[in-house]
């Protein structure tokens, strides 16, 4: 591909689909151009350079001489169409150069402003501005960037000087310098790097070159890294390099600067959210050092820009069929529209702006369905404050600051990165408490439940990150008073401090000293809308794993259309119940046996009962008994049960000790689990087939549709199978000639042994359908115990030997080929036969993708997960 690529009014411009190679703002830079949309002429150097800059094997940290000849052909056409010239001492062109990779990176990478100033273009810049003070504001604003960002000297240097001459003239504002005050500081800008044992250099050219250079070598810079690790992105080349001609924003009163979405990204409201500065350049509305003013204040400050303001944004929309995020100039008069891209917004916002694009005609379902993300769902699908009208909310509200993104967040304050981060692996939900946020606080912004700045726009740095991650996050709360130091907070007369718990409300801007109640979400409006968009859309069916009537009832308001698994083990953990359990499993007679059978087969009945009933209609997966046994065994300290068990099984305590003991395994995970019980201990099956059966006739009489499957755990063999089904049918047999009365049921296996998905042609010819046991396959693929996984799975992560945690998304390589191939020989036997997942990979986007291309029916996940899934296999279908 070429190196360079043109854009600017009149050129022809590549689209969208040439972002991986010119970057998203390089790809949109293009694209705005080819609408004719009055864009900034200049040029993007491709990702492709900055993989070859970073290869030790090709330019090496060097930028190769065709491509710099071709950047100076480039840098030509800019100076044509401008009118002016690179470092000309009469009629300077002053250039940006700004990092953009394929996906989006906010505040991640590095931007030079106003290069190719030098102390001669200064003087041009100022005769020909009229002007001065705004020429050597931008030389020191210059002198400083091109320092930090490219020369890497401390930003703090140079805001010594500034403050020190500041505080000299006993000045406050930055405002307050006048030219000759400004050229001191750029004398003294000068001395930095000296003091550095570095030059400025004053060779424009040069300027260029090392910044461009610069931009590249970011790519792999710290920030940019855990940035990426976080967002988990990956495979791309590199970021591209966008040069382009400086339109300035702070000459007069008839220039502005501004950030604007074409929709709330809070609400999703149509109208146009944002805010601008008269009289300033980019950095200082994200900077939020000045308080920027509401975009619609534009109308009266300069009505025929807003006019134009507001066309272009509607060609955008129209253009693009989503809702933008624009940066825009006004140069005196005149309106540039800088940058745009897709914005980021919180969960409900993305709702909404589907569902209104889709009814204004902008889009069409299936498009809107792909600019709902998981995470946009997994937001709406957090809790909410409950009572915001109740006297107790409204008396622990301490502050106000902006809304600058929606959610509930209950948390510690913490006032470093260092802290959330030690919180979170302690599992202590934490609320970050900042000044402002940078770049630098990325790995605590996205461990906090919540975050909270003193100083900062709607757009600053923390409200763009919290949003885009769904965390809730209230900035510009300016009545807060932070002492690092001491690590308190004040508002008025309260001080806080590290490790108080606050609330935020993301949604008002409400902070509250106490720690507020939270309810679970509702799907409804446009969220109900848009799911029955999804559900319309999906090709692959979303049960859920639930274990009680109230989890099935919940599953089914979340969507499910089924049960892919009752874990009838859980069903025990309740203290009722799991006495008799234990008397079960260290039963040393018959009739003790049959009697902790008997007393267990009510509860699971009415149980089934309450989950047939919930999910009438649908079909409900009950699993035999899977306990590796030592989760149910006492502990030997714990006396007062043991003492009772004793005398219940008419056993010492000696004799009762010697029997837990024996009965536990080195391998609890490789023991005596799923059929092996079943088979070693067959009147545990016969229970649960009774109780499974007696609950759909009970059901069906009450007129409810029950559809019991049977399942049946850790095959590994099917003589395995064909023993437990064997038994399960007798004992159907058995009830139905007890009551007269007889009903549909299948019986079925799980297929979470290696041995079974090599086997599964055998399995298929006697089980009614599979459904893979994607954690235990992959503990026993990997050979990873899945308890166990902490210990290394971080470290195999950060040196790359595993991509993502296997327990988490499927591996697609090894235990995705087991499920493969498992599910081609099984359909083999029986074209129709029913395959499903219920391992915990049912529930990730990634996952499920996988999950539908293979072919299975359906995905069976947590209940809170469900909308996910569908949503996940909606996107797959599209
Ligand atoms: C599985 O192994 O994936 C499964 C669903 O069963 P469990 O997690 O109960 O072992
Ligand atoms: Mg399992």
């Not at 050597?136 to 000297?153: A, P």
């Not at 025929?304 to 809702?323: A, C, R, S, W």
């Not at 293979?854 to 469900?866: A, E, K």
Request: glycine letters at 8%; one cysteine or more.
């Amino acid at each position: 591909n070429a190196p360079i690529n043109l854009f600017g009014k009149g050129e022809e411009g590549k689209g969208a689909d040439s972002k991986w190679l010119l970057g998203g703002k390089g790809a949109n830079l293009a694209e705005m151009s080819s609408i004719g949309l009055s864009v900034p002429p200049g040029f993007t150097l491709t990702t492709e350079c900055c993989k070859a800059f970073c290869d030790p094997n090709k330019w090496n940290g060097e930028i190769h001489p065709d491509v710099w000849d071709a950047t100076l052909e480039s840098l030509k056409t800019i100076e044509t169409k401008m009118g002016c010239e690179f470092g000309s001492d009469s009629n300077p062109l002053l250039l940006s150069v700004r990092s953009g990779a394929a996906i989006s990176m906010p505040g991640m990478m590095d931007t030079v402003l106003n290069l190719g100033m030098n102390d001669v273009v200064v003087e041009a810049l100022a005769t020909k501005s009229n002007n001065p003070r705004f020429a050597w504001d931008s030389y020191r604003r210059f002198l400083e960037m091109f320092g930090n960002v490219v020369l890497e000297l401390p930003r703090a240097d140079f805001e010594e000087e500034i403050d020190n001459i500041k505080f000299e003239k006993g000045y406050f504002e930055d405002s307050e310098l006048t030219v000759e005050d400004l050229k001191e500081v750029v004398a003294a800008f000068k001395k930095v790097y000296e003091k550095n044992s570095l030059s400025f250099p004053l060779d424009v050219y040069e300027q260029l070159r090392l910044s461009i250079g610069a931009v590249f070598k970011g790519w792999n810079g710290d920030r940019a890294i855990k940035y990426r690790e976080v967002e988990n992105i990956r495979d791309l080349l590199g970021t591209a390099v966008n040069v382009q001609a400086m339109v300035f924003g702070n000459m007069g009163q008839t220039s502005g600067t501004g950030v604007c979405f074409t929709r709330d990204p809070n609400s999703g409201d149509n109208e146009l959210f944002g805010e601008f500065l008269i009289d300033a350049q980019g950095e200082d509305v994200v900077a939020g050092i000045r308080t920027p003013l509401p975009i619609a204040d534009l109308s009266t400050a300069m009505p025929e820009v807003y006019k134009e303001f507001n066309e272009n944004t509607k060609i955008l929309e129209e253009h693009y069929g989503d809702m933008q995020d624009i940066e825009f100039t006004i140069q005196e008069g005149k309106l540039f529209m800088l940058q745009t891209r897709n914005g980021k917004r919180g969960g409900g916002a993305a709702v909404k702006i589907a569902v209104d694009l889709v009814k204004e005609g902008l889009v069409t379902k299936e498009q809107s369905i792909s600019m709902v993300l998981p995470e946009h769902l997994d937001q709406l699908l957090h809790p909410s404050f409950s009572d915001t009208e109740s006297a107790s909310y409204k008396a622990s509200v301490i502050a106000e600051g902006l809304p600058a993104s929606p959610g509930a967040a209950v948390g510690e304050i913490c006032f470093t990165n260092e802290k959330v981060v030690e919180n979170a692996e302690k599992g202590i939900p934490s609320i970050l408490v900042r000044d402002e946020t940078s770049p630098d606080d990325i790995a605590g912004m996205y461990s906090a439940e919540g975050i909270l700045t003193a100083r900062g726009g709607m757009t600053s740095h923390a409200a763009v990150v919290a949003r885009g991650w769904g965390r809730p996050c209230i900035c510009g709360c300016s009545a807060l008073k932070i002492d690092e130091e001491a690590k308190t907070l004040t508002i008025g007369d309260v001080t806080l401090k590290e490790g108080d718990v606050i609330s935020l409300n993301g949604n008002t801007g409400e902070v509250m000293n106490s720690k507020i109640a939270v309810s679970p979400p509702t799907i409804k409006g446009d969220l109900q809308e848009f799911m029955n968009w999804v559900d319309d859309i999906r090709e692959i069916d979303v049960l859920a794993n639930a274990d009680t009537p109230e989890d099935a009832r919940e599953a089914r308001k979340n969507g499910a259309v089924g049960i892919g698994l009752v874990r009838t083990e859980h069903m025990f953990f309740e203290p009722e119940r799991i006495g008799q359990v234990r008397k079960l499993i260290l039963s040393n007679t018959k009739e003790q046996e049959a009697e902790a059978l008997a007393s267990l087969l009510p509860f699971q009945r009415s149980d089934f009962e309450g989950i047939f009933e919930a999910m009438d209609g649908f079909p409900v997966t009950i699993r035999l008994l899977d306990p590796p046994l030592h989760e149910f065994l006492p502990s030997l300290e714990d006396k007062e049960i043991l003492e009772k068990l004793a005398s219940e099984l008419s056993l010492s305590m000696e004799d009762l000790t010697t029997q837990i003991k024996d009965a536990a395994e080195v391998n609890p995970m490789l023991g005596l689990r799923g059929c092996r019980l079943g088979i070693t201990r067959p009147e545990i099956i016969e229970m649960q087939a009774r109780g499974v059966i007696e609950a759909a006739l009970n059901a069906i009489e009450k007129g409810i549709d029950a559809k019991p499957d049977i399942m049946v755990p850790l095959v590994g063999k099917v003589e395995e199978f064909r023993n437990q089904a064997k038994l399960i049918r007798a004992t159907a047999d058995k009830v139905f000639a007890e009551t007269g009365k007889t009903c549909d049921y299948r019986v079925g296996t799980m297929i979470e042994i290696p041995r079974a998905a090599l086997t599964a042609h055998l399995i298929a010819e006697e089980a009614d359908f599979f459904s893979f046991g994607s954690n235990d396959l992959t503990q026993m693929t990997f050979g990873y115990s899945r308890d166990d996984v902490g210990t290394f799975i971080p470290e195999y992560k950060s040196q790359g030997i595993l991509l993502d945690d296997p327990f988490v998304t499927i591996d697609q390589e090894g235990v995705g080929s087991l499920v493969k191939r498992a599910t081609e020989e099984g359909r083999k036997v029986k074209p129709d036969l029913k395959i499903g997942v219920c391992g915990e990979h049912g529930g990730d986007p990634r996952s499920v993708k996988f999950f539908y291309e293979t072919g299975l029916s359906y995905v069976s996940c947590s209940p809170f997960r469900v909308p996910i899934a569908r949503l996940a296999a909606a996107h797959a279908a599209t």
